[in-house]
C-alpha cells in the first residue's frame, strides 16, 4: 500500500531560518507530488506540485521542493522563513491516477516561526 | 469568489442523530472528495465522485453515505452519530487530470 513519512513532526524556527520539511513515499510506480498548507483555522492550500520534469519546483511564498526519485523523497525547503510560515504542512502523493485519483497524506508537520 | 464551499461550518450534536454536510464547487470540475481530519491532523480520504458516480469508498461505516445530485454538488449524511465521528470534514474537488485538489473551508463536528 501506497504510505506518505513526514519525519518532523513538530519543528520550531527563528524568523530567517533555513527551512527544510521531508518526505518520503513508498510506491514504485509513477507518482503525482504535493505540498499542501493548513495556515490556523483554515482549509488545505496547495503550495506546489510535481507531475513530471524538472524535479525542482517552486510554489507560492518562496517555496520550493526536490523529487528525488532514488531516495522516493520529495523535500520541502524555504531560505528564510518568516513569522505567516506558521502553519502546518502536509505532503501528499497521489498514485493512482484516473478513477482512483486519491490523495494519500503524511502525517503533518507543524511549523512553529518564532519572531 | 468560493471555490469550494461546505455548510455548515460547524455542527455539534448528541450521539445518535443523524446529519448532513453539504458541498459545492464552481470550478466545472469532474471530481469531487470527502477526507475527513481527526484530532492529531491526520488526513484520511473517505469518498469520490467522478460525474455523480461513485469511484473511492475506502474503509468508511455504512452510517456515512454520500450522495451526488450532479457534478457540482457532494453531501455527506451520517446516521446514528458516534463520539468517534468528532473531526474536520473536508470537501475537495479536481479535475479529471491533472489530479490536483482543491478543498473546501472545513466542517467541524462535534459529537457530545
Known amino acids: 500500500a501506497q504510505s506518505v513519512s513526514q519525519h518532523n513532526h513538530h519543528v520550531i524556527l527563528s524568523e530567517a531560518a533555513s527551512l527544510e520539511l521531508g518526505c518520503n513515499y513508498s510506491y514504485g510506480g509513477t507518482v503525482n507530488l504535493f505540498w499542501y498548507v493548513q495556515y490556523p483555522g483554515q482549509h488545505l492550500q496547495l503550495l506546489l506540485k510535481y507531475f513530471s520534469g524538472d524535479p525542482l519546483v517552486k510554489g507560492i511564498k518562496g517555496f520550493e521542493a526536490e523529487f528525488i526519485k532514488s531516495k522516493f523523497s520529495f523535500n520541502l525547503r524555504k531560505p528564510s522563513v518568516q513569522w505567516s510560515d506558521t502553519a502546518e504542512y502536509f505532503c501528499a502523493v497521489n498514485a493512482g491516477g484516473g478513477a482512483t485519483n486519491k490523495l494519500i497524506f503524511g502525517t503533518g508537520t507543524l511549523l512553529a516561526v518564532q519572531p | 469568489d468560493t471555490a469550494v464551499s461546505q455548510t455548515p461550518k460547524y455542527l455539534v450534536t448528541q450521539m445518535g442523530n443523524d446529519k448532513s454536510i453539504k458541498c459545492e464547487q464552481n470550478l466545472g470540475h469532474d471530481t469531487m472528495y470527502w477526507y475527513k481530519q481527526d484530532s492529531k491532523k491526520f488526513l484520511k480520504i473517505m469518498f469520490s465522485?467522478?460525474?455523480?458516480?461513485?469511484?473511492i469508498n475506502e474503509t468508511v461505516p455504512n452510517r456515512f453515505s454520500p450522495k451526488s445530485p450532479d457534478k457540482a454538488h457532494l453531501n455527506l449524511h451520517i446516521n446514528s452519530l458516534e463520539l468517534g465521528d468528532s473531526a474536520v470534514y473536508f470537501c475537495?474537488?479536481?479535475?479529471?487530470?491533472?489530479?490536483?485538489?482543491?478543498f473546501g473551508p472545513g466542517t467541524r463536528l462535534t459529537v457530545t
Open positions: 475537495a474537488s479536481s479535475q479529471y487530470s491533472p489530479y490536483e485538489q482543491y
Open positions: 465522485y467522478n460525474n455523480k458516480e461513485l469511484i
